[in-house]
Nanobody, 134 residues
């Protein structure tokens, strides 16, 4: 059974950092495209960052570029989201997700729009809350 466990959220002041972890079980995550998403209060779910399985490309939504970094530890079957220079608008519940093993974002999608689209993901973790105070 594919399972994802997100952790690492918490309360942090603006300008601070947090590292989220997404531990995968029941599958080898590097065979799958993995994404981080968030849902802020009163807003729709948004793709934050993703890791394309077929070539290791990474993508970020514009609002976090230069501040967030997605990475992985194959030995631990874990994907991380390092979040620096946090802003109050980053406050949200953050989710990790895995796409179906037989699907990968197309290589011609240089913008990452497919990789960051939540509809493309099959498996979801339970979410971890990040609160950034001003």
């Amino acid at each position: 059974e594919v399972q994802l466990q997100a952790s690492g959220g918490g309360l942090v002041q603006a300008g601070g950092s947090l590292r989220l972890s997404c531990a995968a079980s029941g599958f080898t995550f590097d065979d799958y495209t993995i994404g981080w998403f968030r849902r802020a209060p009163g807003k729709e779910r948004e793709g934050v960052s993703c890791f394309r399985n077929i070539d290791g490309s990474t993508y970020y939504v514009d609002s976090v570029k230069g501040r967030f970094t997605i990475s992985s530890d194959n030995a631990k079957n874990t994907v991380y989201l390092q979040m620096n220079s946090l802003k109050p608008e980053d406050t949200a519940v953050y989710y990790c997700a895995a796409a179906d093993k037989n699907w990968s974002p197309p290589l011609w999608d240089h913008s990452g729009s497919y990789c960051l689209a939540s509809a493309m993901y099959e498996y979801w973790g339970q979410g971890t809350l990040v609160t950034v105070s001003s």
